[in-house]
């Protein structure tokens, strides 16, 4: 009786793990530009413009402003902008696993905090007729965050945090795609 349900429990880890495996191997890292050619007319909303605007992509660059040399200085860290206990939150391609970067992609770096962090990567559901089609495209790999995910970063681990409002914080970085009239 143990026995058996230890086998069928090795057997559903098993399972779970390779399909966790194909997973990541599906999706891959495209990066901000790939994003970027659909993304940025007004008639679409511009959801590049507006985040290239603000913090988000500007991530990387923080980490070398003089608050964040000074930090470091304190801390023994002697480049923030390529220290991974920094860049875990401040760019997407420096933490993610190399293999799930698209080779044929564009991302950088320097795009700091980029859609495919909070959208998930994009190599399968940037297609447009995925993209067209909402269920598709979330059987594609693409999120659409809640709270949880920005609690990945906005979270107590951060030398700068500042507690998180949700609502008052989706509201800043708010890019809707127009309502058809
Ligand atoms: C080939 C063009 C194209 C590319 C490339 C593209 N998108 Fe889209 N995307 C669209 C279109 C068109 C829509 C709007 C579909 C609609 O009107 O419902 C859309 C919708 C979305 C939505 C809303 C989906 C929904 O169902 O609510 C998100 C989020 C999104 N795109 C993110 C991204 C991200 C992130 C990337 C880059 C990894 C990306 N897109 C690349 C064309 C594209
Ligand atoms: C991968 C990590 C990461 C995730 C996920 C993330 N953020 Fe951020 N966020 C940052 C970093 C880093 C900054 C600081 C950027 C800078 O100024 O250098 C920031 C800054 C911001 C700011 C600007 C704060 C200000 O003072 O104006 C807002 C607003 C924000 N995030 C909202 C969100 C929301 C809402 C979510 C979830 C939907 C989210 N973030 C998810 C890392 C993240
Ligand atoms: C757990 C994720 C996380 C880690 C790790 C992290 N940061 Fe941040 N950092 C953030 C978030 C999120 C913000 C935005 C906070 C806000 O405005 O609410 C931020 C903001 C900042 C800012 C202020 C940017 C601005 O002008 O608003 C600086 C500077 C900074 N971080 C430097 C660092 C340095 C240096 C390290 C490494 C020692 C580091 N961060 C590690 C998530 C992180
Ligand atoms: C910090 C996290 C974050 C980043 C970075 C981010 N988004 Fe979003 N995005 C969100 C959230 C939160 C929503 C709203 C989700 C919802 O309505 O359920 C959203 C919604 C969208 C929508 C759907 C809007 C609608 O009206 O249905 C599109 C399209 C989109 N994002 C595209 C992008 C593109 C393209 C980029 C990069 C240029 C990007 N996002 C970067 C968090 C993010």
Do not use: R
């Not at 930090?71 to 920094?86: F, L, M, V, W």
């Not at 594609?140 to 920005?150: A, D, F, Q, R, S």
């Amino acid at each position: 009786m143990f026995k058996k349900s230890f086998t069928l429990m090795v057997l559903m880890l098993t399972l779970l793990s390779m399909s966790s495996f194909t997973q990541a191997k599906d999706f891959k890292y495209v990066g901000v530009k790939k994003c970027k050619t659909c993304h940025k007319s007004k008639k679409i909303g511009n959801q590049y413009g507006i985040w290239h605007k603000a913090k988000h992509s500007n991530a990387l660059k923080s980490l070398s402003s003089k608050e964040a040399m000074d930090y470091a200085k304190k801390h023994g860290i002697a480049d923030p902008s390529k220290d991974e206990k920094c860049l875990k939150c401040h760019s997407t391609m420096a933490t993610v696993d190399k293999k799930l970067i698209d080779p044929k992609g564009k991302m950088t770096i320097a795009e700091g905090v980029s859609c495919e962090s909070c959208h998930g990567p994009g190599s399968k559901y940037k297609k447009m007729s995925v993209m067209k089609n909402h269920d598709k495209a979330l059987a594609n790999g693409l999120i659409m965050p809640t709270e949880k995910v920005c609690l990945t970063c906005h979270n107590k681990e951060n030398p700068f945090y500042k507690p998180f409002d949700f609502k008052k914080m989706a509201a800043k970085i708010s890019h809707p795609i127009p309502k058809k009239k």
